[in-house]
C-alpha cells in the first residue's frame, strides 16, 4: 500500500517563478546580438560554470567571468546585468502558486527544493510571505549538491523528519520527477498552477 503524502516538495524556478519571463527576455537579447536562439540561456543556465555555481564551488562573480558575462552586458540593455545575480533577481514571482501553497500550508510539510545561486534565499529575504509558507529550503548553492542527484532528494526528505516516499515533488524538470520517482519519491511534472491543482485533487490531496 501507498504511503500517506505528508510533505509536498516544490521547485521554485518555472514553478514559483514566471520562467517565461526570462525566456523571452534571453531570446530578445539572442537575437539583438546575432546569436543562434537558446544560446544565453544554454550559457546562464547549463554546463560547467553554472553547475559549479549553483553547488557552490565558485562565486557569482567567477560564474559571470567565465561565462563572459561582461561581454555580452556590454552590448545589452543595463537590466541583463541582473542575471549576474541570478535568475530569480529577474522573474516574476506567480501569484497564483503562492495562493496554492497558502493553500496546501498548515495541510502538509512543504519545502522547496531548488538548483539556485545565492538569489533565491535573497528573494525568500525579500518575500517573507512566502518563506513562512515552507517548513525546509534547500537550495543547491548551499548544500552542494543539485537536482537530479538523489542525494538532494534524500536531504530534502531527511529535513522534513519523513522517508521520501512520504513526500511529493513538484518540478517542472522531468528529469527530477523522474530522478525522484526512482528514489520512490511520488512527484508531478508541473505545467501550471491549475493543471497541479487538477493532479493535486485527482490525488486527493486537495
Known amino acids: 500500500m501507498a504511503e500517506a503524502i505528508q510533505a509536498i516538495v516544490f521547485d521554485f524556478g518555472g514553478v514559483f517563478t514566471r520562467a517565461e519571463v526570462s525566456e523571452r527576455a534571453l531570446q530578445a ?18 554546463g560547467e560554470p553554472w553547475e559549479l555555481a549553483s553547488t557552490g564551488q565558485i562565486t557569482r562573480d567567477e560564474y559571470w567571468a567565465q561565462i563572459g558575462g561582461a ?4 552590448r545589452l540593455p543595463d537590466e541583463f546585468k541582473r542575471y549576474r545575480q541570478g535568475v530569480f ?18 495541510v502538509y510539510k512543504l519545502a522547496l527544493c531548488s538548483n539556485a545561486l545565492h538569489d533565491l ?8 510571505d512566502i518563506r513562512e509558507l515552507f517548513d525546509v529550503v534547500v537550495v543547491s548553492v548551499l548544500v552542494g549538491v543539485r537536482k537530479p542527484d538523489p542525494a538532494i532528494f534524500t536531504l530534502t526528505a531527511e529535513r522534513l523528519g519523513l522517508p521520501v516516499s512520504a513526500c511529493l515533488l513538484v518540478d517542472d524538470k522531468p528529469r527530477n520527477t523522474a530522478a ?8 508531478i511534472v508541473f ?8 493532479a493535486l485533487e485527482e490525488r486527493g490531496l486537495l
Do not use: F, K
Not at 561581454?71 to 556590454?74: D, F, H, K, R, V
Not at 534565499?121 to 517573507?128: A, M
Not at 505545467?191 to 487538477?198: I, K
Open 180 to 187: 525522484a520517482e526512482a528514489l520512490g519519491m511520488p512527484a
Open 89 to 106: 533577481h529577474v522573474e516574476p514571482i506567480e501569484p497564483a502558486m503562492v495562493q496554492l501553497a497558502q493553500r496546501l500550508h498548515g
Open 71 to 74: 561581454a555580452y552586458a556590454e
Open 191 to 198: 505545467e501550471s498552477a491549475a493543471q497541479l491543482t487538477r
Open 121 to 128: 534565499p535573497e528573494v525568500l529575504v525579500e518575500r517573507p
Open 29 to 46: 537579447y539572442d537575437r539583438q546580438l546575432g546569436l543562434p536562439a537558446g544560446t544565453l540561456r544554454a550559457a546562464l543556465h547549463s
